[in-house]
């Protein structure tokens, strides 16, 4: 017999369908159900990789963390990852498909929406619940036609809905009850209850909006979710670093780092780790008078290694860098970022642009050829005995993972060796230093989640601190989420909506 589902959509982008999908998925595998996520379609270069090498949304890794499974490329079988010039490369079934701009997307829809069904039904079969969680809007009236991730799946799975919005940022009534009148009768039924999320205060003063909600609305609301901060749990997509800038100053004991803000920055959350230590102040930087006078500065990953570059000479940040450098400033670069750091960047089949190369920053003795194909595995490596504080991480074996195109080789300075790529041994030079370590980059992704290495480095730059647990954040942070929403929700009502559909 297939699973029940249980689909999460929102009035809007940002109203708290991942995290909340996440809480669910977390509340129904402590009660025992063998529950799964499912996202047919996300749009974000933040990605986690499978056990086989695929790819999908980060938000869907947390939430199959959040029911106990290791993540699958079923649980979000069509990631779009924005690209330079308007394209995006489309990922499928966890392997990129094709790079498209965003009208020849829409003509591709028939196939994706094949391949969202097959694995729908793949994960039905599997579980006794599948939690699915929406994209944006369904009341986007320009993009009804085309949809393959909101109503078209709950129509598909004929599933029970529930929409929430985000009372944080005002007009709630608005977003709710205009979703609502906005959507078709056939869809408009299938949605069987309200969340009101991200409320501030005592919850009894919203008790005559819930009233009004349901008279205007029709339907009840099943919940009132609190506004939870400080949850340690990773972003999605870059609207956080949008709005974060590090929050306020950290004293003069403080560890500033700098996080380059790329407009295509990919995999921030790896940065979690460092934020999350006592003494460090992590800030993102998007224009030169920004950039102030950090400890460090890190340049992350990249959907687009060429693009980005050329962004940071536009903006000024390519020369703070370098003059930060040159000054004995700290410079790390992950992925994208250590391709810059190198001397060129070749791409003689135009992956990435119309130009054949583009100069490096000239801070590692490292040369990136773009070639056909795209490195996606989980991944360990063993750090060799590199200059400076690399020393104190000689012989560490380190957990982490790639999502790269393009191969990066060193001259010399190499400090870092993948000895593994999804279970199968490997020996690849992945990493390179300057001769005092300050400088150093590495093709892995995820590297700061190792303790040993995350606090070597910090070490390195005046940190005191004593350490912290990310990993046992993150579960907490979970478990907090799973609480407030659980205590939150009229778990009666929605078991009812659930079960008896």
């Known amino acids: 017999m297939a699973a029940k589902t249980l689909m999460l959509q929102g009035a809007g982008s940002s109203v708290g369908k991942s995290l909340l999908s996440a809480a669910l998925c977390r509340?129904?595998?402590?009660?025992?159900?063998?529950?799964?996520?499912?996202?047919?379609?996300?749009?974000?270069?933040?990605?986690?990789?499978?056990?086989?090498?695929?790819?999908?949304?980060?938000?869907?890794?947390?939430?199959?963390?959040?029911?106990?499974?290791?993540?699958?490329?079923?649980?979000?079988?069509?990631?779009?990852k924005p690209e330079a010039d308007a394209r995006s490369q489309i990922v499928r079934m966890g392997r990129p498909w094709r790079t498209l701009a965003a009208k020849e997307y829409y003509r591709e829809k028939l196939i994706l929406w094949e391949t969202v069904r097959a694995a729908l039904d793949r994960l039905r079969e599997s579980f006794e619940l599948v939690v699915i969680e929406g994209a944006g809007s369904p009341a986007e009236l320009n993009l009804r036609e085309g949809d393959i991730v909101n109503m078209a799946v709950a129509r598909y799975a004929r599933s029970p809905v529930l929409l929430a919005g985000d009372i944080d940022r005002g007009g709630i009534f608005a977003q709710l009850l205009?979703?609502?009148?906005?959507?078709?009768?056939?869809?408009?039924?299938?949605?069987?209850?309200l969340l009101v999320n991200k409320f501030r205060g005592d919850r009894s003063l919203f008790d005559g909006g819930v009233r009004v909600l349901e008279e205007r609305g029709g339907i009840p609301v099943l919940g009132v979710v609190p506004f939870l901060p400080a949850l340690s749990l990773p972003e999605e997509d870059a609207v956080a670093v949008e709005t974060d800038r590090g929050g306020s100053p950290g004293g003069a004991e403080c560890?500033?780092?700098?996080?380059?803000?790329?407009?295509?920055?990919?995999?921030?959350?790896?940065?979690?780790?460092?934020?999350?230590?006592?003494?460090?102040?992590?800030?993102?930087?998007?224009?030169?008078?920004e950039f102030g006078n950090p400890r460090a500065v890190i340049l992350p990953g990249t959907k687009s290694t060429i693009a980005d570059l050329a962004w940071m000479r536009r903006s000024g940040l390519a020369e703070a860098v370098v003059r930060f450098a040159a000054n004995g400033g700290a410079v790390a670069g992950i992925c994208g970022g250590y391709q810059m750091l190198g001397r060129i960047i070749r791409d003689p089949a135009h992956m990435e642009s119309s130009a054949e190369e583009a100069a490096g920053l000239g801070l590692l003795p490292a040369e990136t050829v773009f070639t056909g194909g795209k490195a996606t595995f989980q991944s360990r490596a063993q750090a060799a005995s590199g200059p400076g504080w690399l020393q104190s991480v000689a012989g560490e074996r380190l957990g982490g993972y790639e999502i790269h195109s393009g191969e990066t080789a060193a001259a010399e300075g190499v400090w870092l060796t993948i000895t593994e790529r999804n279970g199968a041994a490997v020996r690849i030079p992945a990493g390179a230093a300057d001769p005092q370590g300050r400088i150093w980059g590495c093709s892995p992704h995820g590297l700061f989640g190792n303790p040993r290495f995350r606090r070597g480095w910090l070490r390195s730059l005046g940190w005191r601190g004593a350490g912290s647990a990310l990993s046992a954040n993150v579960e907490?942070?979970?478990?907090?989420?799973?609480?407030?929403v659980e205590d939150a929700l009229d778990m009666e009502r929605l078991e009812k909506i659930l079960w008896e559909s």
């Open 476 to 484: 907490q942070g979970l478990e907090a989420l799973a609480d407030a």
């Open 178 to 193: 205009g979703t609502l009148w906005l959507l078709e009768p056939e869809d408009r039924a299938l949605v069987k209850g």
């Open 27 to 80: 509340i129904y595998a402590r009660r025992g159900v063998r529950v799964a996520p499912f996202k047919a379609q996300n749009m974000s270069n933040n990605a986690a990789v499978c056990a086989d090498g695929g790819e999908i949304g980060r938000a869907q890794a947390l939430q199959a963390a959040a029911a106990g499974l290791p993540p699958a490329t079923d649980m979000n079988p069509v990631l779009i």
């Open 255 to 289: 560890v500033e780092i700098a996080l380059i803000a790329f407009p295509r920055i990919a995999n921030f959350d790896e940065f979690d780790p460092l934020r999350a230590e006592a003494g460090v102040r992590l800030r993102y930087v998007k224009t030169a008078a």
